[in-house]
């Protein structure tokens, strides 16, 4: 953040908004770069050449002089000085004891820089026992005493006397920064310096990851918030003669609108007392929230002006119209600070626990067909704080959420009780159905025991979850197959419905999907990607129909999720007639065009059984089964 003084802004749309001189153009940023190189490299010399400070304050007056916005360039000076070690006179200080004693031999003494202070008071004492040094002999004479006092030679003395002035200290060290990192590092510093003075501030972010990561921040700066919901109206087009007018979507882009939710923070400037600091608080809060992919934030900033006193502007900015910015301020290790110092990228796949990376690996291996979201957008409670599952899991644009409890502390499972009812009550309130697993560790649902209220706040809970699932889990396993047998649950509940909805029209267009196909095999993939239902719920269309033909007229064959003509399956079954080989056999279904899937249930289909005699499938062979009927009979 810069000082108040460098921040510059501009004032539109009659008075009413404000917005930070960012160096964002194309020619700002030109000329930036060449500003922002020349000050690093007269930095680098002086820090070279250990150099005083009023020695590089005087190569940056010069570059001022020939700069039109003399704030830019001492709001670049104050972000590089930031990075940099000043010392007094570039050598170690020796604070001598009360009695003016440093038991240092004259070699040492030599090599050792005394502390201005002691030798000013060593001076001034000295003065104003023998008079004041009106001349060149009474200054050395002045000089001798103190030498002889405190055994520091008058070349020393006069060199350090004011070597602790802020222009006589000497540049030790600089962290060297690029010239896009500080103009990027000022961008976002005039925004900090912007919002310190604000009365309210809104933001909005995308990703359950990214708002946890920021309202951890809100959290650690101590910040007041409240968290809503707001509906951003649906991206519109309209015509105006000849021109097409496009809405822009709360990011500053074209995003098509739903369902957003907003953070609002209290500003510094809506206190009685601590403004200062909290004004800086919400200042670094600021990049962690761009830090995220998408953003937008809107903030009420008082200003003192010559006319009309105090006055409140607006300030609106999106990630998709503001200038580069640093994710965080990229403070030097001079200060013994790290370079860029970012809590954790919002964008981390990093697990807070051990059982979340287990239970992700394990789910992703077993192939369900859901999508799994790690940490979704949050739920508002209703005390307007915010609930952030650990998992969702989407399919059919519908959730499944899964909150995961483990052994924590007492106070932590007090809380979570506490989170966990406000979620269920405002989620009865607003009559919305939410399927809400929560697995919880044994060991925490024990503690949960302990006392009668806790146990009445569990039982509470779940009895208030829809569909009441609870999973308890040991040690740090959560078990996957309640979690996948109630999401089969849901997908046989979905194909039924899809296959209901569509019964009519798909069983209406099948005839002409089959007669424009011309006896080739069919994906129900494909059928069902143009009704953009899930497939099982077309072969369930498909296989209610053939049900109804008791006169066996139909002209292709199920076989996996493929429709394969009749006429091929009695091809097929002539030419295995005569194979053993499971590899001879897979050849032929593949010349035939038959979609490897298919294999083995088009085989058994045909009355044949794979016999394996190891892992290897060139040594497997097919027979016919005894019991089996000839194919086309059964199917």
Same mark, same amino acid.
């Given at each position: ?40 490299? *007269? ?50 200080? $020796? ?73 006589? @200290? ?82 500053? !882009? ?59 502007? !607006? ?23 790290? @370079?860029?110092?970012?809590? &954790? ?48 899991? *989407? ?36 009559? &919305? @159905? ?56 849901? !997908?046989? *509940? ?82 295995? $007639? ?12 593949? *010349? ?44």
């Amino acid at each position: 953040m810069l000082p108040l003084q460098f921040l510059r802004v501009k004032i539109t749309n009659k008075g009413k908004n404000i917005t930070p001189l960012f160096c964002g153009s194309e020619d700002e940023r030109s000329k930036g770069l060449q500003l922002a190189g020349q000050m690093i490299e *007269e930095f680098q010399e002086v820090s070279r050449k250990k150099e005083r400070k009023g020695l590089l304050l005087e190569r940056i007056a010069l570059l001022e002089s020939h700069y039109d916005d003399y704030k830019m360039v001492r709001g670049l000076f104050t972000l590089l000085e930031r990075r940099c070690i000043f010392s007094v006179d570039g050598r170690a200080i $020796k604070q001598i004891d009360n009695t003016g004693s440093t038991n240092l031999s004259n070699d040492a003494l030599s090599s050792t820089t005394i502390d201005p202070i002691f030798l000013r008071k060593e001076l001034f004492e000295q003065s104003s026992r023998y008079g004041f040094a009106l001349t060149d002999l009474k200054r050395k004479e002045i000089l001798n005493l103190v030498f002889s006092k405190i055994g520091v030679s008058p070349n020393d003395i006069e060199h350090g006397i004011w070597s602790d002035l802020e222009e006589n @200290k000497i540049l030790e060290s600089f962290d060297t920064i690029s010239a896009g990192e500080l103009l990027d590092w000022y961008n976002l510093s005039l925004m900090q310096t912007l919002l310190f003075n604000c009365t309210k501030l809104e933001f909005q972010i995308l990703g359950g990851l990214n708002w946890k990561h920021v309202l951890r921040k809100v959290k650690m700066l101590g910040l007041m918030y409240n968290l809503q919901h707001l509906q951003i109206p649906i991206k519109h087009q309209k015509s105006e003669g000849d021109k097409l007018i496009t809405g822009r979507g709360p990011f500053g !882009d074209s995003t098509l609108s739903t369902d957003r939710i907003l953070c609002s923070v209290d500003g510094p400037l809506s206190l009685f007392k601590l403004t200062d600091k909290y004004g800086t608080s919400v200042a670094k809060l600021l990049p962690t929230i761009v830090s995220t992919k998408k953003w937008s934030i809107k903030a009420w900033i008082l200003r003192k002006t010559i006319s009309q006193g105090k006055k409140i502007y !607006d300030f609106e900015i999106s990630s998709a119209e503001a200038p580069p910015l640093a994710a965080e301020p990229a403070l030097g290790t001079a200060n013994q600070l790290q @370079k860029r110092s970012v809590d &954790k990228p919002c964008h981390s796949s990093d697990y807070d626990s051990n059982v979340e990376e287990k239970f992700a690996a394990r789910f992703r291996q077993f192939g369900s067909g859901w999508k799994l979201i790690r940490e979704p957008d949050p739920f508002i409670v209703s005390n307007g704080k915010a609930l952030i599952p650990d998992f969702a899991f *989407e399919k059919y644009n519908r959730k499944v959420y899964l909150e995961i409890i483990g052994f924590w502390t007492k106070e932590y499972l007090s809380r979570k009780i506490e989170k966990l009812t406000a979620f269920v009550s405002s989620s009865i309130q607003a009559n &919305k @159905k939410i399927d809400l697993l929560i697995a919880i560790s044994d060991a925490g649902y024990a503690s949960s025991n302990s006392n009668q209220s806790e146990r009445l706040a569990w039982k509470n809970i779940f009895s208030g979850i829809f569909y009441k699932r609870i999973i308890v889990y040991k040690k740090d396993e959560i078990p996957i197959k309640p979690v996948i047998e109630y999401l089969k649950s849901i !997908d046989a *509940e979905m194909i039924e419905k899809f296959a209901a909805v569509n019964y009519t029209k798909l069983s209406k267009d099948l005839e002409n999907i089959m007669d424009y196909n011309n006896n080739r095999i069919i994906s129900a993939y494909d059928i069902a990607k143009n009704f953009n239902i899930p497939t099982e719920s077309v072969l369930k269309v498909i296989d209610s129909e053939y049900r109804k033909k008791k006169d066996g007229s139909t002209k292709y064959v199920i076989i996996d999720k493929y429709l394969v003509p009749e006429s091929k399956v009695h091809e097929l079954e002539q030419l295995l $007639k005569d194979v053993i080989k499971f590899s001879d056999a897979c050849s032929i279904l593949e *010349e035939n065009g038959i979609p490897e899937p298919c294999y083995g249930d088009l085989l058994y289909k045909l009355g044949f059984v794979i016999i394996w005699k190891g892992i290897d499938y060139n040594t497997a062979t097919i027979q016919k089964h005894n019991c089996s009927a000839t194919s086309t009979e059964n199917m």
